[in-house]
Every structure is written in C-alpha cells, then in structure tokens.
C-alpha cells in the first residue's frame, strides 16, 4: 500500500501563491490517478483537482486559471501549485488515490497540510 504524505501549507495574504508536495512512500507511477481534496470546518471534503499517471487534468470550477496540479515520477512526488489564493480557498488539503477515494472500505487518509489565507 502506497503511502501519501501532504506538505507545504502555510500562511498566506490574498492574492499570494503557495506549492503543495505530496509525497508516496513508494512509487507514484503506481497510482493511476492522484487527487488534491480539501476541506473546511463545516463543510464536505471536495475534489480541487486530479492528474492521471498518464498526464490527463481535471480541476473543479474553483480553482480553474488559479491552480496547477502536476507531477514528477522521478521524485514520487505530486504538486499542486495554488496562485491567486482567495481567503476561501483556506482550509486543510490532502492528497489520495482519486479511483480509490469513495470505495467501499477505503478511508485512508493521510493529516493534510492547513492553508490558510488571511490578510
């Protein structure tokens, strides 16, 4: 079982960027698609944005134009770099295997890294 472990979250202003790292204890190229979630107190975890093993991009609505997702096999690492941050794109983000993510007892869910944006 491949292991995914979030980091990169921080304290931003409006309008600033920031680039999140998800990192697999083994090899990324085993994951047929990586997804970026995120979730705010109050609310459910909603998909930000996808990448398949094969280079194929999904992003949700809101984010499109504003964030990048993309990834580096040699590093087993997934990223997702977030420009012009709005203080509702605040909460804590987790990266997960998107076909696995809804399955029948599949919770696996690494601690997230917080973004908070906030003048």
């Known amino acids: 079982q491949v292991q995914l472990v979030e980091s990169g979250g921080d304290l931003v202003q409006p309008g600033g960027s920031l680039r999140l790292s998800c990192a697999a204890s083994?090899?990324?190229?085993?994951?047929?698609?990586v997804g970026w979630y995120r979730q705010t107190l109050g609310q459910q975890r909603e998909l930000v944005a996808v990448?398949?093993?094969?280079?194929?991009?999904h992003y949700a609505d809101s984010v499109k134009g504003r964030f990048t997702i993309s990834r580096d096999n040699a590093k087993d690492t997934v990223y997702l770099q977030m420009n012009s941050l709005k203080p509702e794109d605040t909460a804590v983000y987790y990266c997960?295997?998107?076909?696995?993510?809804?399955?029948?007892?599949?919770?696996?869910w690494g601690p997230g890294t917080q973004v908070t944006v906030y003048s």
């Open positions: 997960n295997d998107y076909l696995r993510v809804g399955v029948k007892d599949y919770d696996y």
């Open positions: 083994g090899s990324i190229s085993s994951i047929d698609a």
């Open positions: 990448i398949t093993r094969g280079g194929a991009i």
